[in-house]
């Protein structure tokens, strides 16, 4: 079955500490991204890809990073940077730039 | 700006319709989405509209696009407890990516 793969689903780490969250999928999508999700709020973008070696920042990308060396795979690292890390996110893919996007199951970091 | 609204709760006995809505502020809008989430789960595309259409169906779904009120709507026929999830609206606007802007979701709650 083609899908969306984020692992872990919950993740827990010390302030201070970087992160790294796995987003993987087998749709063969050229384009992904990672989304932040807080209670009671939509989602905000924070990276996208349109293609391989290619990302860009979203509307909050301060304290996090983002690869895109394989078509499949597209991680985002947390910092300690990052104010306010604990949150869900949620990571998708798209065929191109104008198809719908379609999501993983999500990761819920949280950060004491 | 761009932005998204929606009422935050909706409550529908078991085999009602349920009409959940939107409003949007962006008139140059391309597609409008609906995503559904479950608890602890990522989002679910349900379904979208082109800008240039009025009305789209599939199955129990039914959306309504009114361009001039930039208002837009999502009907569940015979709405079942199984259709308990948050309810999101999104708009893709023109540009050079695929940039959804997400309401903060309407949670449906189905009580028999």
């Known amino acids: 079955d083609g899908g969306i793969t984020q692992s872990p689903k919950y993740l827990f780490r010390k302030e201070g500490q970087n992160v790294t969250l796995s987003c993987e999928q087998n749709l063969n999508h050229d384009a992904m991204y990672w989304y932040r999700q807080d209670p009671g709020q939509g989602l905000r973008l924070i990276y996208y890809?349109?293609?391989?070696?290619?990302?860009q920042k979203g509307d909050i990308a301060e304290g996090y990073s983002v690869s895109r060396e394989k078509k499949e795979s597209f991680p985002l690292t947390v910092t300690s940077a990052q104010k306010n890390p604990t949150a869900f996110y949620l990571c998708?893919?798209?065929?191109?730039?104008?198809?719908?996007?379609?999501f993983g199951n999500g990761t819920r970091l949280t950060v004491t | 700006g761009e932005d998204v609204e929606q009422s935050l709760f909706l409550s529908v006995r078991e085999g009602d319709s349920s009409v959940i809505n939107c409003t949007y502020t962006?008139?140059?809008?391309?597609?409008l989405y609906w995503y559904k989430q479950e608890p602890g789960a990522g989002l679910q595309l349900l379904t979208y509209i082109f800008s240039n259409m009025d009305m789209k169906q599939d199955q129990r779904l039914t959306v309504l696009l009114n361009k001039k009120d930039k208002h837009l709507s999502l009907r569940i026929a015979d709405t079942q407890t199984g259709d308990s999830a948050i309810y999101f609206c999104?708009?893709?606007?023109?540009?050079?990516?695929?940039?959804?802007?997400f309401g903060a979701g309407t949670r449906l709650a189905v009580h028999p």
């Open positions: 962006d008139s140059s809008s391309t597609y």
């Open positions: 998708a893919s798209s065929w191109d730039r104008n198809s719908p996007l379609h």
């Open positions: 890809s349109q293609i391989v070696n290619d990302f």
């Open positions: 999104a708009e893709r606007g023109p540009g050079g990516y695929n940039k959804l802007i």
